[in-house]
T-cell receptor
Framework: EDQVTQSPEALRLQEGESSSLNCSYT??????LFWYRQDPGKGPEFLFT???AGEEKEKERLKATLTKKESFLHITAPKPEDSATYLC????????????FGKGTTLSVSS | KAGVTQTPRYLIKTRGQQVTLSCSPI?????VSWYQQTPGQGLQFLFE???????NKGNFPGRFSGRQFSNSRSEMNVSTLELGDSALYLC?????????????FGPGTRLTVL
């Protein structure tokens, strides 16, 4: 069964304290891995798509990496405005375009 | 470009009623997917429509249905509402490009069933 697990469930950081979020997946053929950010009461906001092991993408303080079994979202020198829930999702070959989501990591950054 | 829009943003219904939610995708996007988000189960795929045809379906009961119109706008219907249907319903508009598909989400419709 296709599955996505994110850890930790919650993460509290001080402003400027870098860290990483983990997304482990088991799928029957990976079509793509996606990272989204979701603020309370809003829809998920697209961040990155990764397609093959070794691929990396960056945007401001965020960097996403992909291996054959997991993905990391590295947050460098976070700011309070980076506080949100970060969702990881995969598209599997046998599931068409449906996204299979993890439960998310809720990040809180305090100044 | 305008983003994905969903109406209404909030709905309160009672058990046994039915409800219709609407989604307008990003201009030029022909695929619309629907997801249910609850605190316990997270985000779960309901179904996808492409060119007015259901192309993919998740593991939800037949009370959940949808359709897509020729202008790519989509509606989702839930009949005989149950308390457990209370959730944030999200619509995603998909752009297919070289190397894969990217889904862009709307703000969601918050459904409360009393």
């Amino acid at each position: 069964e296709d599955q996505v697990t994110q850890s930790p469930e919650a993460l509290r950081l001080q402003e400027g304290e870098s860290s990483s979020l983990n997304c482990s997946y088991t799928v029957s053929g990976l079509r793509g891995l996606f990272w989204y950010r979701q603020d309370p009461g809003k829809g998920p906001e697209f961040l990155f798509t990764l397609y093959s092991a070794g691929e990396e993408k960056e945007k401001e303080r965020l960097k996403a990496t992909l291996t054959k079994k997991e993905s990391f979202l590295h947050i460098t020198a976070p700011k309070p405005e980076d506080s949100a829930t970060y969702l990881c999702a995969v598209q599997a070959n046998q599931a068409g375009t449906a996204l299979i989501f993890g439960k998310g990591t809720t990040l809180s950054v305090s100044s | 470009k305008a983003g994905v829009t969903q109406t209404p943003r909030y709905l309160i219904k009672t058990r046994g009623q039915q409800v219709t939610l609407s989604c307008s995708p990003i201009s030029g996007h022909r695929s619309v997917s629907w997801y249910q988000q609850t605190p316990g189960q997270g985000l779960q795929f309901l179904f996808e429509y492409f060119s007015e045809t259901q192309r993919n379906k998740g593991n939800f009961p037949g009370r959940f249905s949808g359709r897509q119109f020729s202008n790519s706008r989509s509606e989702m219907n839930v009949s005989t509402l149950e308390l457990g249907d209370s959730a944030l319903y999200l619509c995603a508009s998909m752009q297919s490009g070289v190397g894969g598909d990217t889904q862009y989400f709307g703000p969601g419709t918050r459904l409360t069933v009393l």
